[in-house]
Structure formats: structure tokens, C-alpha cells
């Protein structure tokens, strides 16, 4: 792993690290702050385009609503069991499964930064 610092302003970085394995890209926006560094990450939601129990049509503009600066990406989760009977979504890295679209949204609600 390959880790980087950038400097975007007097007060903002980036860092972020590499994984040479799978080729994921890592970052973390950091911003310092009377004296302490503190992170500005933003959220990240993943979603199937495949699974059955998604519809990605309803979901995709609640997810927005959620989180409107969120990071939003869509493709193959390889989690096609639980996919196919429950809404999920991944926020943060993190499965979150509900039987009902409005139950999960509801539970993203509770976990969202």
C-alpha cells in the first residue's frame, strides 16, 4: 500500500492510499482546524443495478435526498443472496439490509455521518 498527501489550501489536504492488490484508491480530506486535524470525508453509497430486491429507480433519488453531497456508485455488490430478497445499500464500506425501501432508508437515516 502507497500512501500520499496533498496539499489542496493553506488548511486542506488529501491523503490517500493506494492498494496495489485491488487497485482501490483510498482518500481522506482533511481540513486543520484550530490546531487539530479533522476529517471531511464525504458519504459514500454503493448499490446493485442487478440485485431484485432494488429498485434502483425509487432508491436513487431518496439517497440523494439523504445526502445530497454524497458519492453515489452503481454496479455488482457481490451480495446477491441477501439481494435478492431485501432493499440494501452499502454507506460507508458497511451493508445495511432491510426488508422494505423505507426501512432502509430509514436505517441510513440512523448510521449517516
Known amino acids: 500500500m502507497m500512501s500520499?498527501?496533498?496539499?489542496?489550501?493553506?488548511?486542506?489536504?488529501y491523503f490517500?492510499?493506494?492498494?496495489?492488490?485491488?487497485?482501490?484508491?483510498?482518500?481522506l480530506d482533511l481540513n486543520f482546524k484550530k490546531g487539530r486535524w479533522a476529517f471531511m470525508s464525504k458519504n459514500?453509497?454503493?448499490?446493485?443495478?442487478?440485485?431484485?430486491g432494488t429498485n434502483l429507480k425509487t432508491l436513487l433519488p431518496r439517497l440523494k435526498?439523504?445526502?445530497?453531497?454524497?458519492k453515489i456508485e452503481i454496479g455488482c455488490?457481490?451480495?446477491?443472496?441477501?439481494?435478492?430478497?431485501k432493499s440494501f445499500a452499502?454507506?460507508?464500506?458497511r451493508p445495511i439490509s432491510a426488508p422494505?425501501?423505507?426501512?432502509?432508508?430509514a436505517k441510513?437515516?440512523?448510521?449517516?455521518k
Open 90 to 93: 452499502f454507506l460507508n464500506n
Open 4 to 13: 500520499y498527501l496533498m496539499q489542496i489550501s493553506d488548511k486542506n489536504f
Open 44 to 52: 459514500e453509497f454503493r448499490v446493485c443495478d442487478d440485485c431484485q
Open 65 to 70: 435526498e439523504l445526502d445530497p453531497d454524497a
Open 16 to 27: 490517500f492510499s493506494i492498494n496495489k492488490n485491488t487497485e482501490r484508491i483510498n482518500y
Open 77 to 85: 455488490q457481490s451480495y446477491c443472496g441477501p439481494g435478492r430478497k
Open 108 to 112: 441510513l437515516e440512523k448510521k449517516i
Open 100 to 105: 422494505t425501501e423505507d426501512e432502509l432508508i
